[in-house]
């Protein structure tokens, strides 16, 4: 067993030093385009960038920043740093997939008690080898690992989150080992404070959960495990990521205009809300004997706890620093900041299609410091459209930026003509469209939602631009 542990650990930081030489060499010198150039001024002086603020990434990038203004007061260098420290989590992601698979191999192979031969050690080394500079140098991982973007750390907390899974997996059946599955939640806590992704790996979990727990594993309860898991995102979403600050929200709304506190008091029934609900829970646990009671009111705990990053988001904007988007310096500001509502909805169940029109308008106050109380200060506005009008998982559905002659262009239809009242597309060509429009029968750029290969034409409609002038590959059916 010390020799098959061995040879893991070397694979794994194999792949680590190997992707951490290429990212260093290969990281962006400076600021990139699109998000990076807020992102690394945001790091380096802790300022407030868009919602949904990312916390975790910009006190870490802080000290990475920190330690480039060290050597050099060079702007370009504090650049460089936060690139590298996305090079650094991509080189630990890699090493964590190639820890996974060495570890899903040797069960594949010997079981959970079973040792490893030495053929099977060559045969699991090179496969976590393989994987792990795979998932370094793919495309997409490379892209986001040069550059001073949330995705890279984001990647890293989801591979770090599915090998404690894994990991736990792997162990005995004692509940000792359930730290592990604690540690994952914990995991995914602080990813919120880089980015939303670790939590889609709460189905894996459930159905790892269900794998080693289960005396009889079928297909349906696969699915169900699956499906509880869906619904762990959906409450994490509500019940941690808003649900608490909506919470804080309400009480301080309450506090300060009804009772006459000052500003931030409602943060004081939040806490000790929260802090019973975990000890009575721990209680309970611990007087009825429910261990996997216990593991949830930890795991909640720790979730909370990481949570607990956005209180720089609410102190930096307070200090009004030159980049303060949304400037969410209290409870009620920093809802909506959390919310993204400035990017509007999207709904993904069931919406309108893109030629729908609303029958009407629904508002909901939002509220704002005016001297020592809170004032109605704008509205979030959402449109209601007629049942008659929805489809489910509307995917041709943005009436903006011209894009409706764009879907329509994609049914053969003449971008220019008049709809009439009560149109709308067939629910085959709804979930058919993925972005390709049509031209002459053909379409462009990955997929028409049908089975067959990519069928693609010598133009592509993104407006302005012919993919096959500028080189974009281009293959007829």
Request: proline share 5%.
């Amino acid at each position: 067993m010390g020799s098959f542990k061995r040879t893991t650990n070397i694979v794994g930081w194999l792949v680590f030093a190997v992707a951490t030489v290429v990212y260093y060499l290969s990281a962006e010198r400076t600021g990139s385009l699109w998000d990076c150039g807020e992102f690394i001024l945001g790091a380096y002086k802790l300022q407030v960038v868009h919602p949904p603020g990312a916390p975790l990434f910009l006190l870490v990038g802080r000290m990475f920043a920190w330690v480039a203004s060290i050597f050099s007061d060079n702007p370009e260098n504090i650049a460089f740093a936060v690139n590298l420290m996305s090079g650094l989590c991509t080189a630990f992601a890699a090493m964590f997939v190639a820890w996974v698979t060495i570890i899903l191999g040797k069960l594949a192979l010997v079981g959970r008690d079973g040792e490893p031969s030495t053929g099977d050690q060559l045969a699991l080394a090179a496969a976590g080898l393989v994987a792990g500079l795979g998932t370094a140098f793919c495309t997409s991982i490379w892209f986001s690992a040069v550059e001073g973007e949330v995705y890279a750390m984001s990647t890293f907390f989801t591979a770090l989150t599915l090998w404690a899974t894994v990991k736990w997996y792997a162990l005995p059946d004692d509940h000792q080992n359930d730290r592990w599955l604690i540690f994952a939640v914990y995991m995914v806590g602080l990813s919120i404070g880089v980015h939303l992704l670790s939590i889609l790996t709460f189905p894996v979990l459930a159905m790892f959960f269900y794998f080693k727990r289960s005396q009889n594993v079928t297909f349906v309860g696969t699915g169900i495990a699956a499906f509880v898991g869906v619904v762990m995102v959906g409450l994490v979403q509500m019940i941690v990521i808003t649900g608490l600050p909506r919470l804080w929200a309400n009480f301080e709304l309450f506090f300060v205009n009804t009772l006459g506190l000052p500003f931030h008091a409602g943060i004081i029934p939040t806490v000790l809300i929260i802090l019973a609900a975990i000890y009575f829970g721990i209680r309970y646990a611990q007087k009825n004997q429910e261990s996997t009671i216990q593991n949830v009111a930890v795991a909640f705990a720790l979730m909370v706890l990481a949570m607990s990053t956005y209180g720089m988001v609410i102190t930096r904007a307070n200090s009004n620093p030159p980049i303060n988007m949304n400037a969410p310096k209290d409870a009620l500001s920093l809802l909506p900041y959390l919310n993204r509502e400035q990017y509007g909805d999207r709904p993904l169940l069931r919406g309108p299609h893109f030629a729908a029109q609303p029958v009407n308008v629904e508002t909901e106050k939002r509220y704002g410091r005016v001297g020592n109380r809170y004032e109605h200060v704008s509205d979030k506005v959402d449109y209601v459209y007629n049942d008659a009008d929805k489809m489910l998982f509307p995917r041709m559905a943005d009436p903006s930026q011209g894009r409706p002659s764009l879907y329509m262009q994609w049914m053969g239809m003449d971008p220019n003509q008049q709809l009439l009242e009560g149109w709308k597309p067939t629910q085959g060509q709804n979930i058919g469209f993925s972005g390709i429009i049509r031209s002459s029968g053909c379409t462009g750029v990955i997929s028409c939602g049908t089975s067959r290969a990519v069928k693609t034409a010598s133009k592509v409609f993104i407006p302005g631009i012919n993919l096959r002038a500028i080189g974009f590959p281009v293959f007829r059916r």
